[in-house]
Nanobody, 125 residues
Framework: QPRLVESGGGLVQPGGSLRLSCAAS????????IGWFRQGPGKEREGVSC????????YYADSVKGRFTISRDNAKNTVYLQMNSLKPEDTAVYYC??????????????????WGQGTQVTVSS
């Protein structure tokens, strides 16, 4: 049974950092474009970042550019989201997802995805 499992969420003060992990089992993450998404309280889900297969091109929402970094570790079959300079408005459940249709991020954030269960990130003093 293929699975995506997010981890690394938690409570952090404004200006702090977290690193989220997205670990796959039952399939190879490097075969897929991987997106990170989030859904804050009372908000719609939004795309945060995406990493393509092949050249590992990366893409970011304007709201996180310069603060978040997406990366892959193929040996660990894991994708990471390093989040720095966190703000209260970054509070959300964060999800990773594998794009089932595109190898690149051309479909992000509106692609067809296989989802993880999410991890809560709370930015508060």
């Amino acid at each position: 049974q293929p699975r995506l499992v997010e981890s690394g969420g938690g409570l952090v003060q404004p200006g702090g950092s977290l690193r989220l992990s997205c670990a796959a089992s039952g399939f190879t993450l490097d075969d897929y474009a991987i997106g990170w998404f989030r859904q804050g309280p009372g908000k719609e889900r939004e795309g945060v970042s995406c990493i393509s297969t092949g050249d590992d091109s990366t893409y970011y929402a304007d709201s996180v550019k310069g603060r978040f970094t997406i990366s892959r570790d193929n040996a660990k079959n894991t994708v990471y989201l390093q989040m720095n300079s966190l703000k209260p408005e970054d509070t959300a459940v964060y999800y990773c997802a594998a794009d089932l249709k595109y190898y690149t991020c051309s479909g992000w954030p509106m692609g067809t995805y296989y989802w993880g269960q999410g991890t809560q990130v709370t930015v508060s003093s």
